[in-house]
């Protein structure tokens, strides 16, 4: 058995960590660090794991690294930067769940800092050429050999996984992608204060940062990895009233020599060896992915205007996160990217 | 007081109907007729209304036109055209809210009734010349003489809405315009089927419908009346786990002499004496409309791909339905528009 | 037309006092206080008010009591008890929301202030001879004299209504009455902390303060009040995923010599003249009394065990609380009890 | 491997065991049947099982019953009478989930059936004396031997777990034990009908079948074997707006001789080796068993009035349902109870 800290326990990031190491036949978890409740088990923070995993919650500062194969880092943006240098020099392999190692240059992640309004530079900008972006479906010859992966952020993985068979066979014409995310609340994570309460959170809908998401940097950069050139996205995320679940529509303009046939071919080939990725004729339902690590896409393409409308569902806390850093372990750590995460959704 | 019959009245539609006409002070409901529930008291069918309205439920047929001064038919496809002629012939103003009487000629209903999968012509093609399209903030002096209106399809008054400033302006170029909505299960009316039963809505969005929605068409007439030109509309519908509500995000191309500043004062301007629009620099909220007629638009200019986003918030059973049906009545009868309709949303 | 004072506009209890006073035909809203967002607009915090209510909350201690003919205190517990009495002494009738003034010797208070966890004596109790309690269907006379009203907790409003034909008529035989309640997550206020997060709360119910929540001390001060002896509540609150409602089912031994066709009666009876509350023999939906005043009370002899039970329905904003201080406050002010309140549940 | 049957594949019953055996290492699912959806895979009925279960779903006369090991029928009730007697001749232990075989007499039976207001005789009541109550907390030890085990109603499991320590030690007094129950809607199954569509549901709490709910037979009847004499359960269900989950309240006298300290512990000796079920100094989550084959038990000494309040939280789908089944399944087949049932709940 492989040996694993989850630094950022007792965040719903580390609990999705948690959650699947639990049944994972390789890796235990050995280790459970975070700013809160230290001292406690995180057993007493979620009580639905007493039995299962009952160990204390330690301070980031008190991890022993001895034995360690793999750390596993929910923690919020720029609290990894200055801890993970320590595993980096003992060489054990860390996955970042926050913008701190998605970009391997400093002036790319001064991009996603200026969206997110964060003051200061990169404390480790020396480690950022290291990094690997933790998508599996793309990097994972890249991702086996990192010892920094930089997990993807839930909303890019949804844009990210339905664009790149259009993007990179030419499908996509040039020009701006439109991109239209409706998430659950549970995205904004376990204290996201007054405008998640259940009464205003009930019964709406609304957009937020509107163009500005910081997911979208790292769409781009993917996408230009991908062939895309310099196109642009324009994201609108809305927070819908479900607890799990991204579905982001997508409208791509197409070059005009691609049909319907043609492109729903070219997005089954493009994923056919990919375990995580279905492509359907039905249009997908967010439930159909909760508590999966799959992504469910559907591209159509829209007789009237020409415009093929791709459809991509995902579980934020799932492929959207912990299910999709658990896959980059598998990689790292010389397993079947599968092992552990390959069970059905919790439905209904 | 003026004297109100309403055909359907045991519906989602009916009800939001009762709901206004109940406080409005110069119209009052006279006759319910629905198929089923009849020869119930309304208040059995709906028991919150119990000693607010108790009307028995008679069958259509059964409606006495002596002294009607309106009817509104909220009655599926189909139901009205058949309905309809006896009160045109009697000279009573009706407001009808399908798809039967949207549409001037049989041809654009053609296209309405092929994208519903409905068999057949229309069956009063010869009144279709009579009819009004009943949006108030574009066709009220026509609809202050219409004997005929027909009510605007729920996703379509959002649409519509967000769009006419930007189309009739010349501030939206020419061009395919990508609309994502975002519907609550109401807008599927209270016999809706297995598909919106709670656990299967619960915790869940999917799109359905892309590209095919029969709204399309309404929208596409309207804005080509407001010199939109065969501009075509690419709408993809959602569903998403609430009540009521609908949030319209609009993607616009946008002409280059428009900066973001003058496109704020372009809709304030167009929307000035409308007392149910309401442009706004924060992003609509559902809620923030849920049971009002008001809708709120927020237009934004996105610097980095020069678009142009519109979002717009109605709820689908008032703006949406009923309560819009109430304004062209008070349009038809000679009273200020919103009259009955001026009360603030239901929050939390 | 009257001058009303809200202090504690910003919270769900001040907004729901401004949601009726708008309708209201014969009280208007002059001036509105709160701790916090001072100096902003009401319609900045609660968007859906704008044009409606645009007042500036200002500083409670900044009320201007020239002119006001009536206060509402919407405020936390302690809070009112040192700014009402320069309403007291200005001789403006007052209603206060929180358990401050709900009782009239500070030893009963302080059984409340013990279980509620406070420390401190009460700091007006001076004024605790002139309280009444604010429920209209019991106290209605004392009311119409009152300077100072304390309105009734939510739980106890349904536990009260529920329980009084049954206590006050002899149906009801000696010994512990069980009350089992369900709340909405709105009944919790505004800002009411992690626990109530949407993730937290959806798909979720709870009991909590099983036997010792604080508003079992009114409800037996007012059943004994009533004839009711020494008789003691059990009441176990839940939580349940739902914005607005409260569901209370009680529990009573009978009398051996009433029947269910008497014990409807007496129900019928003794609110026979009482506008919002209503004897059914359908069980109550809490969304047929969502946005209303009335209580649905269905009373249900069981015949296998003899036992009554008891199924009440409000909305706890409403009957629960500022429907019920507008019903207190149409009294004090010499009209009917039922102005601007007499409107259907907002529904669906 | 195990073979096993599934008759009545396709509802959430038929799901639930679906999911379970999935993922369990000894019993692999050979076969299914419905009387729907005959002749498609299971996976165009629910499409998150794609990849994972794709047998095609045959009428329930087409089932093979060469080499079974095992089949469930999550059918409704009255199917299963018939159908079952096929499978008892061939010496195939079965598992049904509908009341048919939960008693061992006919005019146990009979009882249950008129408070179903179903219509004729059981058809298979030669078999009754076969049949265990499945209630492995219990009757483990009859389960092992039995043939026919009749899965308990998921109210009844809640119920039954809470009250056996009280019952069985004498701590319950004699007399009525009030329960109140609260329910999410996918209790009522796949196509439950209009009174279960999200409008009627979303934001609504409401009583049914006061006092004469079908599962109230079978507790009293294990409450007797237990040692309750012939006491009453009166008991009140709700249905609430959650998808999964039952949280039950109980409200029982107690003998003098027993303080709080001694009644949890009988209560935590009493369940002392049973894997699922835990007993709890903290108030019951229903997400807290979400998904989970555990039920969680807290008794509370109430101080005042010196009554036993014990709640429970299940999730009517898996420990009210298919989990226990399974749990059932495996003893009798020689495993482990907890085989494939040891999982964590699904949180958030």
Known sequence: MKKAAIIGATGFGGLGLIDILLRHP??????????KDVGKQVSEVFPHLKGFCDLVVHSPEDIDLTGLDIAFFSTPDRAGMSLIREFYKKNIPVIDFSGDFRFTTPGDYAVYARNRGFEGDHLAADLL????????EKFADRIKQARIVGNPGCFAVSMILGLLPAVESGIAASGTIICDGKTG???AGKNSGEANLY???HDNVNSYREGTHQHVVEVEKVLQSAGGGDRKIL?????VPLNRGILTTMYVDINKRYDAESIFRAYSDYYNNKPFVVITERSPNTADVRGSNRCLIRPIVDGRTGKLIVISAIDNL???????AVQCANIMLGFDESVGLDVPAFYP
């Open 26 to 35: 390789h890796i235990e978890i050995r280790q459970l660090a975070a700013r």
């Open 185 to 187: 609340v549970s995205g």
């Open 318 to 324: 799932v492929k959207g996160q912990a299910g999709n």
């Open 235 to 239: 994201f609108v995320p809305q927070i």
């Open 199 to 201: 009464p205003q959170r």
């Open 129 to 136: 050429p290291e990094t690997v972006y933790g998508l599996p």
